[in-house]
Structures are given as C-alpha cells and as structure tokens.
C-alpha cells in the first residue's frame, strides 16, 4: 500500500534545518554535515514498485550476516531474473535491432565500484559489475570484453529476449520512425542503497535501458556519479529515468555533493532536479527520479515529474511511497 506522501516528508522533515540551494563552488566542502539524528539500522531504499521484493531480499542477506554490498546484489537480482519485468535483466526491452543489452554497477563503502556497459546474454550484470570492482583492476567493461569476462568467470549465457519483449519490439518497428522511444514510462531501471548496522553504505543499479535504444547505446545506470554514487561520510543516491539527462548532469555525484553541504536526502534530490531541470529545456518531456541515503539513516526520494515511487524499508517496515516532484 503507498503511503501518505505529506505524512512521510513531515516525518522526515524532523530536525531537518532549512537550507538554502547551494552553488556548485560550495560543494567544495570536505566536512560532512549532520543532517538529521541517527535512524536505527539498516536502511534500504530502492526505486519503483519493485522494490519491495528487492528491498525483502536484501533484507534476508543482511540477516544471514551480509555486508550492506552483498545485500544490494542481493537485492537487485529477483528483478534481473523476472522475465515479467521488462525494463531490467531477461525480458527487458531491446534495442532497435533486437538485442537485450543491459547495464549495471554497485559500489562500497570504501569507494570501490565495478560497472558493466552494453553486455549481452548474461543473466545477472550486477554480479558481474561487483567481479569487475573485487577481481580486476578496472571500474567499468563493455560489450565483448564484459561478456568475455562473465563468461571466463563462470556465468552462463542466457537469451535475454522474451516472447512478450520479442512482440512488443515486432510491434513497435510496424508504426515507428526507427527512433528509440523517449518517454515517461521508460523507467523502472532498479536503483538501491543500503546501510548495514556498521553504518556502511553499498549501492546497486540495474537496467535494461531505454526501449528500443540506438545498438550500442549506454545509459546512465552504469556510470559511476551518473547512476550511482556512494561516499560513506556522507551518503548515496540512485537516479532513474532519462539516462541522458542524468549523464549531462552526473546527477547522483551532484545529490551526494548536495547532502555533504547539509541537505537532507529529500532536498538535495530535489535540488540535483532542479539543476538538471535548468538544463534541459525540455525537462518537462521526460521522467528522472533519485532517491538518497545519509549516513545516518535518513532517507528520501524526489522526481521530476508525478509517479515516481520508491520502497523504504526501515523500523521493520517495508513500505511504497510516492515522491513529491517539480512538476
Ligand atoms: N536510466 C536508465 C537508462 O536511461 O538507461
């Protein structure tokens, strides 16, 4: 069930200071900022409505003794696996050609990251992406390089491309202008981050990109500050949505960036959107969503337009919640 959205920002909004938007030259600033007081821990925040299962598993991980980085692969990997879900991992739409090719990273709380762009055939690209931070001495792999590896690494190969996928590709190439498709309802790229009882944040996300991308196209998903970032003294924060937009503006760097200076998670999502947003004439065509995580527990989510939902699970909860957003 989603929550009252007012209910959720006034509880948040708790011992949260009113802090003007800050210039980019300010975010200079090496101190981190307490925020708000201290959640009880662990915190899990993951974007779209799949994230109750998402934040359920990594839930369990962290109960088995997980680190808060076993837990967001964990957490992403029932949507890579759902052929029923047809923006991340098997049944995620094609490319304009026909192929699946997903995107994926995570990163640790010691600043550690792995990312793989453009793979194909492989079931679970975060899992990759974390071999590609803990076993080479590279952040990101492409394409044949980064199926090569997973495959040297022992993941089989899969075909990615579902019956339905398959069908909805077959009917968009009747009626268009063989143009990717840039829209509102292209979302649902999974985005989490996790604080363990160490207080370590970790952060995961994953994508089969835009609908019927150019081939070779990469979003920002896999883009470490794009997608994802994590710095542990401060926190962390996904985006989601219009992965150009996201990579013009390395908007989850610039959340992060936001929240040393003092913002809560929920305002410097807001404020990263508001910057992207000055950007983009056209912000108002398209869908981002971010959700943030402080290194005290706090929590939160903004878009820029209405329909962005993410899941929180926190105090033995685990519930929806629909974002404000600028629009
Ligand atoms: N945000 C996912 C993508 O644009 O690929």
Redesign the pocket.
Known sequence: MKNNRRNFISKLSLGIATIPALSLASCAQETPVETAPKKALPVIITTWDAGIVANEAALANLKSGGTSLDAVEAGVMPAEADAANQYVGIGGKPDRDGYVTL?ACIMDWEGNAGSVCFVQDILHPISVARRVMEKTPHVMLVGTGARQFAIEEGFETTDLLTEQSKKDWDEWRKTSEYKPVINTE?HD?IGMLAIDEKGNISGACT?S??AFKMHGRV???PIIGA?LFVDNEVGGAV??????A?LRTLTSFLTVEFMRNGMSPKDACKAALERLAAKHKNFKDFQVGIIALDKNGNSGGYALQGGFTFALAEDGKNEMFEAESLI
């Open positions: 995107d292209n790229t994508t990109g835009m979003g920002d998903s997608g985006a989601t949505g219009l992965g150009e996201v």
